[in-house]
């Protein structure tokens, strides 16, 4: 399944919760294991929430141009003055970035805001073993303070894990969710960076898999210099997959936690490279999509 590519900034999803018609209402999110999520808000003013309400939860996906992709998420009371819906991780939400909105009656849908959030059930998540595409949806504030999902549905999945940026060569480890048999999968398999602006242009190195006892964790090491001898000048850009033998191929990604936008969480030094032009370096880094990539580019002078 392959990846989409957005943009988008994110801010940590924390706020008190307005009142239903007080402004754009807002939505505390709860996270479960499984990739659902509980929306919950306060009914309008002079509304008994315990009575019947028309309503609904619309999710809308970034730039549509119609409400033809909608999806609605039924709200109901839940019997403390507050209505809820629910997005169940087996209701399939393709990729990309999805704008939540309330509709109550005949009003034009309205943006909510972001409330509490409980995202504990994402951290260090570990997917059962099924083969079905694994969703991932982590609710964000958006730059201009309203409240969105990003949504991701993989399967197969290559989980990144531990980056080691060493002084010769990368070195990027990982678990692959989502297949029947990982081990098998993961025989002959390689992990590949391709140049962006070139796919054609591939530098791979053969996966080692771990000793676990499903055997589905894996680790390749890139050499610096393989790099290098690409590069001639400004910014090259190389996205890191995980491909099997003859068969499938498998965008690296780090998607199991709950952080939305790991660009500037998780960090990584430089690597100078041996090239035949000016001096330069490669850095290990996540995109706004949370996949894996390797930029390199020309070395600041120092001092």
Same mark, same amino acid.
């Given at each position: ?64 141009? !119609? ?32 704008? $939540? ?15 509490? &959030? ?17 969703? $991932?949806?982590?609710?964000? &504030? ?26 010769? &060569? ?12 990982? @081990? ?18 591939? *530098?791979?190195?053969?996966?080692? $898999?771990?000793?676990?006892? !499903?055997? &589905?964790?894996?680790? @390749? *090491? ?35 936690? !709950? $952080?939305? !936008? ?39 002078? *120092?001092?």
């Amino acid at each position: 399944m392959k990846p989409t590519s957005t943009t988008e900034e994110f801010t940590i999803v924390s706020a008190p919760a307005p009142a239903f018609d007080a402004g754009n209402p807002s939505a505390d999110c709860i996270a479960d294991s499984a990739g659902g999520l509980t929306f919950d808000l306060d009914a309008p003013h002079g509304t008994d929430a315990a009575e019947h309400w028309s309503g609904a939860l619309v999710l809308r996906p970034r730039g549509a141009e !119609d409400e033809s992709a909608d999806v609605l998420l039924p709200l109901a009371p839940t019997g403390d003055g507050r209505l809820r819906a629910v997005l169940p991780s087996t209701v399939a939400l393709p990729e990309g970035r999805w704008d $939540v909105h309330v509709a109550s009656g005949e009003e034009p849908p309205r943006r909510l805001l972001p409330g509490l &959030a409980d995202l504990r059930s994402l951290v260090d998540r570990r997917p059962g073993p099924s083969t079905s595409p694994l969703a $991932v949806r982590i609710p964000y &504030a958006t730059k201009h303070g309203n409240l969105s999902l990003r949504s991701w549905l993989r399967g197969p999945h290559a989980e990144a894990g531990d980056v080691h940026v060493g002084e010769g &060569a990368l070195t990027v480890c990982g678990t692959l969710y989502r297949v029947e048999d990982a @081990a098998a999968w993961l025989a002959g398999a390689a992990v590949e960076a391709r140049l962006r602006r070139d796919p054609a242009v591939r *530098v791979g190195a053969p996966v080692t $898999v771990g000793e676990a006892q !499903d055997r &589905a964790d894996f680790s @390749a *090491v890139l050499p610096w210099a393989a790099l290098g001898e690409h590069w001639r000048g400004g910014t090259e850009v190389w996205d890191l997959w995980l491909c099997q033998e003859g068969g499938e191929e498998v965008r690296i990604a780090r998607l199991l936690d !709950d $952080v939305a !936008d790991k660009r500037h969480v998780f960090v990584y030094p430089a690597r100078s490279l041996s090239t035949t032009g000016a001096p330069a370096q490669a850095s290990p880094y996540y995109t706004c999509d949370n996949d894996l990539s390797v930029k390199v580019e020309e070395r600041p002078p *120092v001092g």
